[in-house]
T-cell receptor
């Protein structure tokens, strides 16, 4: 069964703290990994892609661990505006296999408290 | 720069009615998809299309039809609405199946 699993939270974190989420996926052959952000009653938007070598964008760092089949998102110096739901997204179809696209985790709810 | 445009934003239907959710993108993306999002269930794929004239079923296709007559448009039809189809619907497009998906603003549908 195709699965992307996340801790739903909520994570209640004080402003300025560092917070990290993990997400596990079921297909070891997956090639595409993303973190999306979704604000309440809004559409999901890409936060960052996750590359094999890891990548950083300002206060956000994403890592991929293929051996253990998980990706992670680290947010440093958290801001009130970081409050949102963070969706882990993986293409679980094997390369050259099905075209049913990206599978979304159910999301991790983050609340940054002043 | 419109991106992905979905209409309507809100809709209330009576059980048994039919309707079409419209989706259009102006990024010349080949891949388009429809998702529904329900509390505690996350985003679930309804139907997808890898190009004009080609559509296929996703995880939860029952009760929905799609067509892709042009690259730009990918409408979703509810044939006979049921209360179980009360949900938020998102259309998305991407360059291909493995790349970033761009979402429309969503349609909040209530079936009474």
């Amino acid at each position: 069964r195709k699965e992307v699993e996340q801790d739903p939270g909520p994570f209640n974190v004080p402003e300025g703290a560092t917070v990290a989420f993990n997400c596990t996926y079921s297909n070891s052959a997956s090639q595409s990994f993303f973190w999306y952000r979704q604000d309440c009653r809004k559409e999901p938007k890409l936060l960052m892609s996750v590359y094999s070598s890891g990548n950083e964008d300002g206060r956000f760092t994403a890592q991929l661990n293929r051996a253990s089949q998980y990706i992670s998102l680290l947010i440093r110096d958290s801001k009130l505006s970081d409050s949102a739901t963070y969706l882990c997204v993986v293409n679980l179809s094997p390369p050259g296999g099905g075209a049913d696209g990206l599978t979304f985790g159910k999301g991790t709810h983050l609340i940054i408290q002043p | 720069n419109a991106g992905v445009t979905q209409t309507p934003k809100f809709q209330v239907l009576k059980t048994g009615q039919s309707m079409t959710l419209q989706c259009a993108q102006d990024m010349n993306h080949e891949y388009m998809s429809w998702y529904r999002q329900d509390p505690g269930m996350g985003l679930r794929l309804i139907h997808y299309s890898v190009g004009a004239g080609i559509t296929d079923q996703g995880e939860v296709p029952n009760g929905y039809n799609v067509s892709r007559s042009t690259t730009e448009d990918f409408p979703l039809r509810l044939l006979s609405a049921a209360p179980s189809q009360t949900s938020v619907y998102f259309c998305a497009s991407s360059y291909d199946v493995n790349t970033e998906a761009f979402f429309g603003q969503g349609t909040r549908l209530t079936v009474v």
